[in-house]
């Protein structure tokens, strides 16, 4: 496959980014990904916030994970990083400047600043070489052109079809990435519903020079995610995810467990958005770490009804990287 | 381009389908495109109803479309028949009836069915001679399976970028593609959001062997779509439409017009979804033909943001035909 710019910037041989997900993407997923060519992230501080409320200790889980990381591959990895102003974890910020601090300590080769102000942080990360990424939430165009002239290195732009939070405008990925791709000059990372050489062919169509995948990851042997979940990946259809509206109308797609079923009940109950979040959220470790499907949440995306089986992260990466080269050689 | 099986099984030059719309696709619109080798449709009956409730005259105004389409083109044209068989036009059968008579009188090379019981034409369409097209609504990977089992030649797959209706399955193009090709054996006719050669090759990286579009065509000269129509498309962005659901929670994208925010308040307020269609249905004649903005509705799809010149409707397919062989060359 030819390499794209992102392959260049970041010193990748595959433009395949893993994206980081709460408490399910340590130190073994990212270089088991970044040791078969693409990028592994470690992330984000939130999921470390969760065992913790002091800021120190945080920063310092995250050490240990970096150098774990660099313990396991010589290869370019990745680190998330929160940068949401309001609404999610309005609470962040003392976490998100400690783990900003410890990236530049540990050099770090990547950051994604996920959230809504990149500027924030873009130049204490530049300052010390360090590559950023930004994937915006919420994400549409206009916020696409603005987070450029923070001078981030690349966009990530995740469509409606992505699992977790992806923002309130519902743009699916495939009318979001050609129109960001038509208004930045910067690489664009094209995320939500790309699990396969299919859809990575079909985002490399659409002007994106590298694609996110998160919920292609969890089905990764190295990725601590329960069972229950995995086994929920494979087993998905189509139609199997649904999105709820959480703070500031923040959508969430998840699958349809009874948890959820009861968000979308308080939804059409007109129930403040702060108790469903507050709902959704109590059943994020549930779910996803003890697979609890009654009373946790399994957090995935719509592309999840295209996988079809449990494999290693270097595997994944092979096998959408071969997958996606014979496609555009068919075509 | 290399030809698809589409190409073949239609007689067409390439696999782009215009997708018949409400009173503004007739013989003008659906011969420029047939004449410009792709394969236009007139459509649909329901929109000939709109001017009379008679059965015998609406397909007598269906046939005088047909004849007028022969007049201007010899090539492959289609005309499209609704098969719903609960929802949006429970009285559509006679009219239905009536007009597969006509088809099958004038000899039309194809047939879309549209709607969600092919099995009602498929038999008498293909027995005199005629190709059908299916396009569900509602879609989801099952429903294109039993589908495929009435006999039909191709599957049309639209997504939740599609502008109109588009079911209530919420799926969007880039995850619903991939998962209905391999689910069937017939050819699959991607829609939702294609608009130009990015969205086209991607389409065909997903799978699909043909591109099925609307709002592209609406701002072709010889869509008699109003101005206003064409202008909101040219200057509409990646979050300019929206959606609501109507009776049976159908599915509806739109323009965010006042009629249309009146729509989602009541929807808020909990009004039932027969009163919240036939309010949007008494706005459509009055947008999309008299350009009335304010009573209105604009019917387009999400994929207008990417839409940024009126031209005519044999040059719309040139260029998508262009630009894809471009994009699929680079990559």
């Known amino acids: 496959m030819k390499k794209t710019r ?29 040791n078969a060519g693409g990028l592994g992230v470690i992330g984000p501080n939130a999921g470390a916030r969760e065992e913790t409320n002091d800021v120190v200790e945080t920063g310092e889980r995250l050490r240990q994970q970096i150098r774990k990381t660099k313990s396991l591959t010589n290869k370019t990895f990745g680190v998330n990083l929160m940068c949401a102003s309001t609404d999610l974890r309005p609470d962040s910020k003392p976490f998100s400047d400690q783990c900003t601090k410890v990236v530049v300590e540990e050099g770090v080769p990547v950051a994604v600043l996920a959230g809504d102000e990149p500027e924030r942080y873009v130049k204490q990360l530049k300052g010390a070489g360090i590559k950023v990424l930004h994937r915006a939430l919420p994400v549409n165009v206009e916020i696409a052109k603005r987070a450029e002239q923070s001078g981030i290195d690349a966009f990530i732009a995740v469509g409606f079809e992505g699992g977790g ?117 109590s059943g994020y470790r549930k779910g996803m770490l003890e697979g609890d499907r009654e009373r946790g949440t399994f957090i995935f995306g719509a592309g999840a009804g295209s996988i079809q089986e449990l494999k290693s992260a270097g595997e994944i990466v092979k096998n959408i990287i071969e997958e996606t080269e014979q496609i555009l050689q068919t075509l």
Not at 196 to 208: C, D, E, I, K
Not at 268 to 280: P, V
């Open 6 to 34: 992102l392959c260049d910037l970041l010193g990748i041989d595959y433009p395949v980014i893993q994206a980081p997900m709460n408490l399910i993407t340590g130190a073994e997923l990212a270089s088991a990904v970044s």
């Open 165 to 281: 939070h992806t923002g309130f405008h519902r743009v699916p990925t495939f009318v979001l990435v050609p129109q960001v791709v038509d208004a930045l000059q910067i690489p664009v990372i094209a995320g939500g519903g790309i699990v396969n050489g299919r859809s990575m062919a079909a985002a490399l169509a659409l002007g994106a020079e590298g694609v996110y995948i998160g919920t292609g990851f969890i089905v990764a042997t190295e990725c601590p995610a329960h069972q229950n979940v995995k086994w929920a990946i494979i087993s998905a259809s189509d139609t199997s995810t649904t999105t709820i509206a959480g703070l500031g109308g923040i959508v969430l797609r998840a699958l349809k467990t009874p948890l959820i079923e009861r968000c979308i009940q308080m939804e059409a109950n007109g129930n403040a958005t702060e108790e469903i979040t507050k709902l959704y959220r």
